[in-house]
C-alpha cells in the first residue's frame, strides 16, 4: 500500500505537475492549441527519460558494477542502488543455503547406512554414497532411473510396491555377491518414499560363527557322554559281568570323562581369556626357568619317543607367567603329538639384530600343515585330521588359546610348514615387553 | 525416453523395460545360485533353479505377447520401435540363459547323485561362471541406464570367457588322457562349462541390442573396428 502510494506521489510530483504547468502556463500566454502541443512534448520527453533510465537499468542488470552506481543519474540510482543490495543479500543467501547443502550432503555421505530417495514412479532422486556401494547405483548419473531396473533381485519390486516397512527385503547386493543387506522403504513426504540398506553381513557371520560354536561344542561334548552313557546301560541291564571287564569299562568310562574335563577346562580358559583384554598381573618372566619347565614336561610327554633340544638367548619378557607357560606348552605339545617316534623338536628363545623384537619358536620335524589349512588353524574346533587329533587327546581349542593369550601380550603367531617335513610355529614380542640388556 | 502426447504410451513403453530387466534379474539369481550350487554340490539349491525355469518361461511369453500388442495398438516409430523389437529379442536372450543356467543345475545334480569326485570341483569353472554373471549383470545394467559405454565393456569381456572356456577345455582333456574313468565326469563338466560359455554369448547379444536402441546401429556379426566407429 505505502509502496503504491509512494509511487502516486513521485509520479504526481515529477510527472504529471511539471506537465500541468507547462500546459497552464502555454495557455495562458499563447492558447490551447499551443498548450496542447507543449503537453504532448512534455509528455515525450518524461517517457523518453524513463525509457533511458529502463535501458539503464536493464544493462545494469546485465552486467552490474558498483562504478554505476555512482555516476547514475538521480532518479535511476536509488532504484539502481536498492537492486544492487537486494542482489548481493540474494547472492550471499544463496552462499549459505549451498554451504549447509553441501555440509548436510558430506554428512549423509558419512552415513554408514545406504539412503535413497525415489519419487512415486520410483525414479531414483538422490542417494548416499554408501547407497552407491550397497545397490549398485551410480550416482548423480542414475538419477532419473527407475531403481528396480537396477536392483534386479526378484522379489524387490514387489516389495517396493508393497511398500509396508514391517519386514525389511534380504538383498543379496548387485555389486558384490558376498555382500548381504537389508533394505527398508519408509514413506516420505506426500509421494516419495526413502529407502534405507544396512549392510548385515558381519552380523549375520557372527550369527552363523555362533551357532557352529553350539553346535560344535555339543557335539565334542556328546561323543564321550554317549561312550560313558553306553556302559552305563550295560552295567544296569547286565549284572553279571565279572570283575576283569568291569574294570576296562570303568577305566573308558574314566578316559572319556577325562577327556570331557579337559574340553571344559578349554572352554573355560577361552572363556575367561576372552572376558578381559589384559591379563590380571605382569612379571617379568624368566625365559630359562620356563623353557626348563616346558622341556621336562615335553619329555614327559613325549616318553622317549623324540630328541627334545632347548636354546635360549633372551632375556626376560614381561607378561603373565602362567598364561604364557600355557600358550607356550600348548605349542610344545602339539609339536610331540605331530611328530612320529624319532623326530626332533627344537624349542628357541631368542632376540632379533634388527628390531629388538623377541621370538619364542617351536620347530618340530612332524607330519606338517598343507597350506590350504594354515589360515584357519587357529579358529575353535578346526581340525587338520579329525581322527589323529582326537586319538592324541586333543580338544581342538588348543591354537586358540594360544592366539588368544598371545594377542592379550601383544604378541603375534606365524606359522610356517610343509607336508611331511615339519611345522615352525613363531611367537613373536614386541621388543618393549622384553628386558632392555644390562 | 523422449514424451509422447500419450502418457498412457509412455508409460507402456516404461512397463515393458521394467518387466524384461525383473526377467533379466530371475535369470541373474539362477544363473548366480546354480554356478554356486556347482561348487557347493547343494542339491536344494540345484533344484530351486531348475523349478524355477518355467517362471523364466511365463515371463517370456508374457513379455512376448506384451510387444505384440504395443506395436499394433501404438504403431511405435523410431527409438521406441526399436526399443520393442530390441525387447523381443533379448527376451529370447534371456530365456536361452535360463535355460543354460537350468542345464547347470541339472548337469551338477547328474554329478553329484552319481556321487563322482574323481576331478576336483575346478575352481575355474567358478571363475568362469564369475565372468558370466558379471557380463550378464553388465549388459541389464547397461538396458537400465541405455549405456552405450557399459555394453561396449560387455561385448569386450566376451573374450576373457572364451579364453577362460578354452583353459577348462584344456584342463579337462589332461585328466581324461591321465586316467580314462575320469571321461564320463569330464563330459559332464564340460557341458556345464559350455553352458557358461553360452551365456556370455547371450549376454553380448543383449548389449548389441542396447547399442541398437541407443543408436540405432545394428552390430550383430560384426567385427571390433565396426563397434568402435559406432562409438565414436
Redesign the interface.
Known amino acids: 500500500m505505502t509502496g503504491g502510494g509512494r509511487w502516486l506521489a513521485s509520479f504526481l510530483l515529477t510527472t504529471v505537475l511539471p506537465i500541468l504547468a507547462f500546459a497552464v502556463l502555454a495557455w495562458l500566454s499563447h492558447g490551447s492549441a499551443w498548450a496542447w502541443a507543449l503537453a504532448a512534448l512534455a509528455f515525450a520527453l518524461v517517457a523518453g527519460i524513463r525509457s533511458r533510465q529502463l535501458s539503464m537499468l536493464s544493462q545494469w542488470l546485465e552486467s552490474p558494477d558498483d562504478s554505476r552506481d555512482a555516476d547514475a543519474d538521480r532518479g535511476g540510482g536509488e532504484v539502481l542502488a536498492k537492486l544492487g543490495r537486494r542482489l548481493r543479500d540474494d547472492a550471499r543467501s544463496r552462499e549459505t543455503v549451498e554451504a549447509r547443502l553441501r555440509s548436510f550432503r558430506e554428512a549423509m555421505d558419512a552415513v554408514p547406512d545406504g539412503l535413497v530417495i525415489v519419487d512415486a514412479a520410483h525414479r531414483i532422486h538422490w542417494g548416499n554414497r554408501a547407497a552407491s556401494h550397497h545397490l549398485g547405483i551410480r550416482l548423480p548419473r542414475d538419477a532419473g532411473v527407475i531403481i528396480e531396473h537396477l536392483v534386479r533381485a526378484p522379489g524387490f519390486a514387489e516389495y517396493l510396491a508393497a511398500s509396508d516397512a514391517g519386514v525389511p527385503f534380504v538383498l543379496q547386493s548387485p555389486a558384490a555377491r558376498t555382500r548381504v543387506y537389508t533394505v527398508r522403504v519408509l514413506p516420505l513426504g506426500e509421494r516419495n518414499k526413502l529407502l534405507v540398506s544396512i549392510d548385515v553381513t558381519d552380523a549375520r557371520r557372527v550369527d552363523s560363527m555362533r551357532s557352529t560354536f553350539v553346535a560344535n561344542v555339543s557335539h565334542e561334548l556328546r561323543t564321550p557322554l554317549t561312550v560313558v552313557s553306553g556302559f552305563l546301560e550295560h552295567f544296569v541291564d547286565d549284572g553279571v559281568l565279572d570283575a576283569e571287564q568291569r574294570r576296562q569299562f570303568a577305566r573308558l568310562m574314566s578316559d572319556q570323562t577325562a577327556r570331557m574335563l579337559t574340553l571344559v577346562d578349554d572352554l573355560l580358559t577361552l572363556s575367561r581369556l576372552e572376558a578381559d583384554d589384559a591379563p590380571a598381573s605382569e612379571e617379568d618372566v624368566d625365559m630359562a626357568d620356563l623353557l626348563a619347565q616346558l622341556l621336562a614336561e615335553g619329555q614327559s610327554l613325549s616318553d622317549g619317543r623324540h630328541r627334545l633340544e632347548v636354546n635360549c638367548q633372551g632375556p626376560a619378557v614381561r607378561g603373565n607367567r602362567k598364561e604364557l607357560h600355557s600358550a607356550f606348552g600348548n605349542l610344545v605339545s602339539n609339536a610331540i603329538r605331530y611328530t612320529p617316534a624319532g623326530g626332533s623338536i627344537r624349542i628357541e628363545w631368542s632376540v632379533g639384530d634388527g628390531d629388538g623384537a623377541g621370538t619364542f619358536s617351536v620347530c618340530d620335524s612332524g607330519v606338517g600343515i598343507a597350506a590350504e589349512h594354515l589360515p584357519r588353524v587357529t579358529e575353535r574346533f578346526y581340525r587338520v585330521d579329525r581322527g589323529r587329533s582326537r586319538e592324541t587327546g586333543g580338544t581342538g581349542l588348543g591354537l586358540a588359546i594360544v592366539k588368544h593369550i598371545l594377542l592379550r601380550h601383544q604378541a603375534s603367531l606365524a606359522i610356517e610348514s610343509e607336508v611331511g617335513h615339519g611345522s615352525t610355529f613363531r611367537v613373536v614380542f614386541p621388543s618393549w615387553r622384553l628386558q632392555p640388556a644390562d | 525416453m523422449s514424451d509422447h502426447l500419450s502418457k498412457q504410451f509412455d508409460l507402456e513403453l ?1 512397463h515393458i ?2 518387466r524384461i ?2 526377467m ?3 535369470v ?2 539362477q544363473l ?1 545360485a546354480a554356478i554356486e550350487a556347482f561348487s557347493s554340490g547343494s542339491l536344494e539349491t540345484m533344484e530351486q533353479v531348475i523349478d524355477s525355469d518355467s517362471e523364466v518361461n511365463a515371463h517370456e511369453v508374457g513379455i512376448d505377447e506384451e510387444c505384440t500388442l504395443l506395436i499394433a495398438r501404438r504403431q511405435p516409430t523410431a527409438r521406441d520401435l526399436r526399443l520393442v523389437m530390441a525387447v523381443s529379442r533379448i527376451v529370447t536372450d534371456l530365456e536361452r540363459s535360463g535355460d543354460k543356467a537350468a542345464k547347470i543345475a541339472n548337469m551338477s545334480r547328474k554329478l553329484q547323485r552319481a556321487g563322482r569326485q574323481r576331478i576336483p570341483r575346478l575352481s575355474d569353472i567358478h571363475h568362469c561362471g564369475r565372468l558370466a ?1 558379471d557380463m550378464l ?1 553388465g549388459a ?2 547397461a ?3 541405455m549405456d552405450v559405454d557399459a555394453a561396449q565393456q560387455v561385448i569386450g569381456a566376451d573374450k576373457a570367457l572364451d579364453e577362460a572356456f578354452n583353459a577348462i577345455l584344456r584342463q579337462l582333456i589332461t585328466y581324461m588322457l591321465e586316467d580314462p574313468r575320469t571321461i564320463t565326469e569330464a563330459l559332464d563338466i564340460i557341458w556345464i562349462a559350455k553352458a557358461i560359455e553360452r551365456v556370455g554369448d547371450h549376454a553380448t547379444n543383449i548389449a548389441e541390442n542396447v547399442i541398437y536402441i541407443v543408436s540405432g546401429v545394428d552390430v550383430r556379426h560384426t567385427g571390433a573396428a565396426r563397434k568402435k566407429a559406432v562409438e565414436a
Open positions: 516404461e523395460r521394467s530387466l525383473q533379466g534379474g530371475l541373474e539369481r548366480v554373471t549383470q541389464l545394467d538396458l537400465a541406464r
